[in-house]
């Protein structure tokens, strides 16, 4: 179902059609310390709606729901805390610990992050159908999220950048930032995937500039 409709709205992106005469979906993706939520603030402030797919995966797995239960069934209930709720740093550890499976979680919680964004991105265009939705998403592309969405934006840096950058935000050494960007996909991989490429590898005002005249463009493409 989701599939025709993005089929529908990209025939029309094709003919150049206004997008108000259906909504435009894009997913915005990028490495570590790349500007996403930048970006994502700075496209909502001109007009768009944004979905957090991170904030999607916090609520994925609450306390009752399917997730919630094939969680809980996979790593043992002791990765539930005493409010009955999964405890995200008990999970973590059966994760990423010794013999842990990063993919036995995401192949859980994946699906149930798709039929949320799904939903939320439905709601949103019914309730305005002439808005243009943004799911900010960092593994858009490694989870199969495309076909949610129309086109994707995607944020770049150089590695070097991204290690300075993240290192000074999450007060982290450089070796662990640089072990969780080997961890995630190639900016040529994403970008292989892209209508847009945004480069933040200088500063936020340049940043900015170059969003506003990719914005504009997506008026006169769809115009």
């Not at 992106?13 to 603030?41: M, Q």
């Not at 995966?57 to 997730?67: E, I, Q």
């Not at 999964?86 to 990063?102: E, P, Y």
């Not at 495309?146 to 290690?163: F, K, M, R």
Request: hydrophobic fraction near 45%; include cysteine.
């Amino acid at each position: 179902m989701r599939k025709s409709l993005s089929a529908a709205h990209s025939a029309k992106l094709d003919r150049c059609l206004v997008f108000k005469e259906l909504g435009l979906i894009i997913g915005l993706t990028g490495g570590i310390a790349s500007g996403k939520s930048t970006v994502a603030k700075a496209l909502q402030d001109c007009g768009a709606l944004v979905i957090d797919a991170d904030k999607l995966g916090h609520r994925a797995y609450a306390k009752g729901s399917d997730a919630f239960h094939k969680v809980v069934a996979r790593f043992g209930d002791g990765v539930v805390g005493p409010d009955g709720e999964v405890d995200r740093r008990a999970l973590g550890a059966k994760v990423f610990g010794a013999g842990g499976s990063l993919k036995q979680l995401t192949d859980i919680v994946w699906p149930a992050i798709q039929e949320m964004a799904a939903n939320e991105i439905k709601q949103s265009l019914t309730a305005n159908p002439d808005t243009v939705v943004i799911l900010e998403a960092a593994v858009l592309i490694e989870a199969g999220w495309q076909s949610l969405v129309d086109e994707i934006w995607v944020t770049t840096v150089d590695p070097e950048v991204a290690i300075e950058r993240a290192s000074a935000r999450d007060g982290v050494d450089a070796a662990s930032v640089q072990a969780r960007i080997d961890a995630q996909i190639s900016n040529a991989e994403r970008s292989a995937e892209a209508r847009v490429v945004i480069d933040n590898s200088k500063d936020e005002a340049e940043l900015l500039k170059q969003l506003a005249g990719h914005w504009q463009n997506l008026q006169e493409r769809c115009s």
